[in-house]
């Protein structure tokens, strides 16, 4: 035990990353990296990916744009009540999971560019599949073996 306490003390993390997309999932990931970040005495910087659906009604004008920043907002607001109770700050952005113009423009790579970016110690991904209740537009299913093969920072998959 005193091994893992020593480890424990070596880890320094300031920056939690979580990207989220609105899933269940995303919502418990969200949860474990508060609880990291609690721990750590961090931030938790929360990424809203949208999926390659959202992304291109939006592009095309298929949808209103206005009424899924809504429910992005009140995914991520959730998110920081949550984290509120903790005393753990909470950043946000978001970003379009695809392109159809850069085919190296994927979540994966959207997660660890804004790891990087974000100058994140620590990953949080969800792994859990889809479920009929998530929202559509919900793209992180497939993405936690990607991040924990190419990652530069430590990654819990939950």
Not at 8 to 37: I, N
Request: charged fraction near 25%; charge should be negative; glycine fraction near 6%.
């Amino acid at each position: 035990m005193a091994a893992l306490a020593d480890a424990d003390m070596a880890l320094e993390v300031e920056t939690v990353l979580v990207p989220v997309d609105g899933s269940d999932a995303a919502g418990t990931a969200a949860e474990y990296a508060v609880a990291v970040a609690e721990r750590y005495d961090a931030d938790v910087h929360a990424l809203f990916v949208l999926g390659d659906d959202v992304a291109q009604s939006i592009e095309e004008g298929d949808i209103d744009e206005d009424a899924i920043a809504d429910g992005h907002r009140a995914f991520l607001d959730d998110i920081r009540a949550f984290a509120a109770d903790t005393d753990v700050p909470v950043g946000t952005s978001v970003m379009h999971g695809f392109s159809t113009r850069r085919k190296t423009h994927h979540p994966g790579n959207v997660i660890l560019d804004c790891a990087e970016d974000v100058d994140a110690d620590f990953i949080v991904v969800p792994r859990q599949g889809r479920t009929s209740a998530d929202p559509p537009g919900a793209v992180l299913e497939k993405v936690a073996e990607y991040v924990l093969l190419y990652a530069s920072q430590p990654v819990l998959s939950v």
